[in-house]
Nanobody, 126 residues
Framework: QVQLVESGGGSVQAGGSLRLSCTAGTYNYNYNCMAWFRQVPGEEREGVATVDDIGHTTYADAVKGRFTISKDNAENTLDLQMNDLTPEDTAMYYC????????????????????WGQGTQVTVSS
């Protein structure tokens, strides 16, 4: 079990920005995917963005052009810069990590990830 701790959530007005961070404990996944998901009560947890161990990124259509995922391999941290936020971005945001096969891409599917943080709340008001 990899320990993941999110931070940086909060309340912001529409059009504003927030930066989420996730600090990961030690893990031995040479090939890996790290990702941000989000969930609104009563709805499925949805993928937001993912990055693999060599920096390839994938974004959900809803956040393309507004959110940027980045990771610092030396510090074992994962960030999500969120700009031009809308009320539809309101959710609990979760950090996740999984191992991958060298030939695999990273997918924004919840069932691909086994290690999760506790989440950080983002609230965007209109």
């Amino acid at each position: 079990q990899v320990q993941l701790v999110e931070s940086g959530g909060g309340s912001v007005q529409a059009g504003g920005s927030l930066r989420l961070s996730c600090t990961a404990g030690t893990y031995n996944y040479n090939y890996n995917c790290m990702a941000w998901f989000r969930q609104v009560p009563g709805e499925e947890r949805e993928g937001v963005a993912t990055v693999d161990d060599i920096g390839h990124t994938t974004y959900a259509d809803a956040v393309k052009g507004r959110f940027t995922i980045s990771k610092d391999n030396a510090e074992n941290t994962l960030d999500l810069q969120m700009n031009d936020l809308t009320p539809e971005d309101t959710a609990m945001y979760y950090c996740a990590v999984t191992a991958r096969m060298p030939w695999d891409y990273c997918f924004l599917r919840r069932n691909k990830y086994g290690d999760w943080g506790q989440g950080t709340q983002v609230t965007v008001s209109s």
